[in-house]
């Protein structure tokens, strides 16, 4: 068949198609396509958002060529004289950006957004069908979501999810009367004031309050007088359109009750996306509690906004408001103006209607960035105006966000005096430093600053002579340290140089592209209670390089970084927290700004922090003058990070990072046990892009004996004089190293031997049950279920009268080589050990815990409730992580809250592997008489252990030469 397509259209077509396969070579096509289809903008032209035979031939092209549901488009926008018409009434352009959903049960999202996001399994079925975003979303993309399978990570979380803390609630035991506002947004009827209905009421929304009050946000005053005289009760407001949970009443009852001092209390929510109101709501808003800074940019608070009565008692009420928004930001400025404490609940107590009950949310797509009128925009404006004078300090200014409504940005005019000390670390590198000193140089802008240069030990004649240049400038200082890199020790160290009175920590391999940099930093400090501005940092490939850090709790990494490698701007956008100064709990110091007497007052750095995490720690040390860091994003700033440096990715430089990021987590136990209050707990918590947490695991069900045989001695019997150590094995071969055997038998000089494996073919290895016989007690071979833990556990169940007559239980693993020396010092610590639970070394990882290759427990433990409940409730859990989470974690926090001490032997406070990144440390320092198995066989951290075979040999030549024997690779 020829085509009816003319040369040019097929010439078009075709290098469209390539600009789709190769991901650049559209701006040369651009001035063609604009030519052909005046009626989009030119960021509508992408072959990858839109139908290519809609670019190339715009008048033949119709919706239904492309997959698009007429009748569902016409359903979502019945405005539409056809479905033809889509292109020349604006609605395509609108969809595209996100300003208008596609079909009503699809959520509207930048398509530019849509792709960055799709999952996997998504994208391949884009690629396969070579379809571009609006066709993809159109047929199988809304096929996925009308089904509930994964489609994008920002589309996904417009999915109901069922909240199940809603169901945990108790009565608590004083309640509060319980007072609802229910506000409408249009006119108020003549004569229809304010309205008190009882709890009877059968609307949904007023089922558990005991009065409800219907009013207008245009006549308050009908409202405020309606209130109860008495000041004891809970004030709650919502819009008339909004959805509350059912067991919202119960909840705020109890959360006042647990938070007697908490003057105002506000909620999660779900947002009312659809214009369908079958549709039900998705894009929780997790929240956490009110701030001033977060008020003030961006009115962070939402969900059921809750205030004591006796409180809103004493605030300025207003007579109007043109909307709820502006009514909870006026009154929730008031109460932290007067410093009073607010609380978050985490449930989501409160379904919104945004398009009649404006908000801004913290992930919103393009369309709820239109919610607000200008009217409205003014109004919010003006209450920040007035209530953030409290906070702002002299000069300081707030004006509206340069692009999104409901939003604003801070400004400051510091004082005449203002010195801004710009400290700038390096060692040879002459060219990168070059390029941020002159970068600096060109953006400055009008504030007075000076350069403090601080050389770090180095030789290059290039660098030596740059430096020689810098000496005879009048705002430049050269200092030089000569020592290992510690950045902590290099800043300290200048201090005393800097005459600023303010200091500017930036990496040598900062470039700054924004004009008048120092100010835009200074900015923030418009607000009073401000410690420290970092910035928005990119990549040379523009990916977001950093915007701030949160604390996370219970993982194995200890910080994230919000919108870290993002680049797509209509991606970015989605995430209010990065397009607005925000404050975090830390930021990193390749860019901060801070005044020098905060730095001064806290001491400085912390030299124990020599690498890393010392930003985050000063970060942290800041806060506690009750000060906050804020990140703008209002700036140009290129960070080749680490360049002169490098990444802490293996070796000595991970096991230091490991190292540091110990002494962070013990340092600030406190606030990594309960979790970064600036983020929500309802986060995930490795997303860059703010989306819910995965659902809990489920287990399987619990882990059962799964025994095959067993075996015990004739005649013995445990007793209070040795204790039992029980060593659980596994080998997927069947059979046990050769150099088990010796350390059983090492074992059996100091105790009762135990052996449990979970290698069911061991069973007919006779010579080698022979050998263990020979120094075991008794010998269990089971099914492998439950690791470990499963097979300490069906021991302690076989073994429970001889476990009655112990004073002391050991649990340990086959994950050790040994004993690298005799085991006589690992007893004699254990019985000069005070503790309760005894482990060899302990981890900071997920939160501190004994590492369970080797944990003793004293009589009284083993006798507790506690640790009998432990092994009578263990389950089996999908991944391993999940279990190390559970168990070898879990264990000894589980008796730590029972009121029993811990104690490490070999290491305290240490974070990682420490049996990894310190192997030869703990073996030639503290004689740790055991080498990790996975060390040499994996060495997943990619240690340094050439030195190993001489290590070892020189206090166990036979053990070395086994060891060798079992690292050599099989004989083919």
Not at 227 to 247: I, M, T, W
Not at 794 to 805: H, P, S, T
């Amino acid at each position: 068949m020829v085509s009816s397509q003319s040369p040019s259209d097929r010439s078009l077509t075709q290098a469209l198609r390539q600009v789709v396969e190769r991901g650049f070579g559209l701006e040369d096509l651009q001035p063609a396509l604009a030519e052909r289809n005046p009626g989009l903008p030119v960021a509508c032209l992408d072959p990858r958002l839109i139908p290519i035979p809609l670019l190339v031939s715009p008048q033949s092209w119709a919706p239904q060529h492309s997959g698009i549901d007429e009748k569902a488009l016409l359903q979502a926008h019945p405005d539409l004289i056809g479905a033809t018409t889509l292109v020349s009434s604006g609605r395509l352009t609108q969809i595209v950006h996100g300003e208008a959903c596609l079909y009503a049960d699809l959520p509207p999202i930048h398509l530019q957004a849509y792709l960055d996001g799709l999952r996997p399994a998504a994208k391949k079925e884009l690629q396969r069908q070579k379809a571009c975003a609006l066709e993809h979303l159109a047929t199988l993309g809304w096929k996925r979501f009308r089904h509930r399978r994964a489609l994008g990570k920002d589309l996904d979380r417009y999915q109901p999810e069922p909240d199940a803390a809603m169901q945990t609630a108790h009565s608590p035991n004083n309640p509060l009367p319980l007072v609802l506002v229910v506000l409408q947004t249009e006119p108020r009827p003549a004569n229809n004031a304010a309205s008190t209905l009882d709890g009877n009421t059968t609307d949904k929304n007023t089922v558990g309050w005991n009065h409800v009050i219907h009013g207008h946000l245009d006549d308050l005053n009908s409202v405020w007088s309606a209130l109860p005289s008495s000041n004891e009760a809970l004030v709650s407001f919502c819009h008339g359109d909004d959805r509350l949970a059912p067991q919202a009443p119960l909840l705020l009852s109890r959360a006042a009750e647990a938070s007697p001092k908490a003057e105002l209390f506000s909620s999660d929510e779900t947002l009312q996306w659809s214009a369908d109101p079958t549709q039900p709501p998705g894009n929780r808003q997790n929240r956490v509690s009110a701030l001033p800074w977060r008020l003030l940019t961006r009115g962070c608070i939402g969900g059921l906004v809750t205030i004591r009565l006796n409180r809103l008692h004493q605030l300025e009420l207003p007579k109007q408001r043109l909307c709820l928004h502006n009514l909870i930001l006026d009154l929730s400025l008031q109460v932290s103006a007067q410093r009073h404490t607010c609380e978050h609940l985490s449930q989501a107590l409160l379904s919104r209607k945004i398009t009649t009950n404006p908000a801004v949310p913290e992930v919103a797509s393009p369309k709820d960035r239109l919610v607000f009128s200008e009217s409205q925009c003014q109004e919010s404006l003006s209450i920040c105006r007035k209530r953030g004078a409290h906070f702002l300090t002299t000069g300081g200014v707030i004006t509206a966000h340069p692009k999104w409504s409901g939003c604003h940005q801070v400004h400051w005019t510091p004082p005449g005096n203002t010195l801004v000390s710009i400290l700038i670390p390096f060692r040879d590198s002459a060219a990168l430093t070059k390029v941020c000193v002159e970068s600096i140089r060109r953006c400055a802008g009008t504030i007075p600053y000076e350069l403090i240069l601080i050389d770090n030990g180095s030789t290059s004649p290039d660098t030596l002579t740059w430096l020689a240049q810098q000496r005879i400038q009048s705002n430049v200082t050269v200092l030089r340290l000569d020592c290992d890199f510690n950045y902590a020790q290099i800043h300290n160290f200048a201090r005393p140089y800097c005459q600023g009175t303010h200091l500017l920590l930036l990496n040598n391999d900062i470039e700054v592209r924004s004009e008048n940099i120092l100010q835009r930093l200074l900015d923030p400090f418009a607000v009073r209670h401000t410690v420290a501005v970092g910035a928005r940092l990119r990549y040379p490939n523009n990916n977001i390089q950093h915007h701030g850090v949160v604390l996370i709790q219970g993982e194995r990494r200890c910080v994230l970084e919000p919108g870290k490698h993002l680049s797509e701007l209509n991606t970015i956008d989605m995430f209010t927290p990065l397009g607005v100064q925000e404050e975090w709990i830390a930021a990193t110091a390749a860019c901060l700004m801070l005044r020098t007497a905060d730095f001064d007052q806290i001491g400085g750095f912390d030299e124990q922090l020599a690498v890393v995490f010392n930003d985050v720690d000063l970060c942290l040390r800041l806060r506690q003058l009750e000060g906050s860091v804020v990140v703008t994003p209002f700036v140009d700033i290129i960070h080749h990070e680490s360049v002169s440096r490098g990444k802490d990715q293996s070796g000595e430089a991970l096991a230091r990072h490991q190292r540091e990021s110990g002494y962070l987590r013990h340092k600030h136990a406190g606030l990594f046990e309960t979790g970064d209050p600036l983020f929500s707990h309802n986060l995930h918590p490795h997303s860059n892009r703010f989306q819910p947490k995965d659902p809990a695991p489920q287990s399987s069900g619990r882990v059962k004996p799964q025994q095959i045989s067993r075996w015990k001695q004739r005649g013995w019997k445990s007793n209070n004089n040795r204790p039992l150590i029980v060593m659980a094995h596994f080998d997927p071969s069947n059979r046990l190293r050769p150099d088990l055997l010796k350390l059983l038998e090492s074992y059996a000089q100091f105790g009762d031997v135990v052996l449990v494996s979970a290698s069911p073919g061991l069973r007919w290895h006779w010579n080698t049950l022979r050998k263990l016989k020979r120094c075991c007690r008794a010998i269990l071979i089971r099914r492998n279920e439950g690791y470990d833990f499963g097979s300490w556990m069906a021991a302690l169940n076989w073994l429970k009268r001889d476990i009655d007559n112990i004073d002391q239980l050991i649990l340990t693993n086959d994950s050790f080589w040994g004993p690298i020396t005799p085991l006589d010092d690992l007893f004699q610590r254990l019985k000069a050990s005070g503790a309760d639970v005894i482990g060899l070394t302990d981890d900071q990882m997920y939160a501190p815990h004994l590492q369970s290759a080797f944990l003793a427990f004293q009589k009284p433990v083993i006798q507790s409730d506690a640790f009998q409940s432990f092994w009578n409730q263990l389950e089996l859990w999908p991944r391993k992580r999940d279990l190390i989470k559970k168990y070898e974690v879990g264990l000894p926090i589980c008796l730590q809250k029972a009121g029993f001490k811990t104690e490490s032997l070999y290491t305290q406070h240490a974070n990682g592997n420490i049996l990894h990144t310190a192997w030869k440390e703990l073996i030639e320092v503290k004689n740790f008489p055991f080498l990790k198995v996975s060390l040499l066989r994996d060495n997943p951290m990619h240690q340094e252990i050439d030195a190993w075979e001489q290590v070892i040999s020189e206090r166990n030549p036979v053990l070395a030469a086994q060891i060798r024997s079992q690292l050599q690779p099989p004989k083919s």
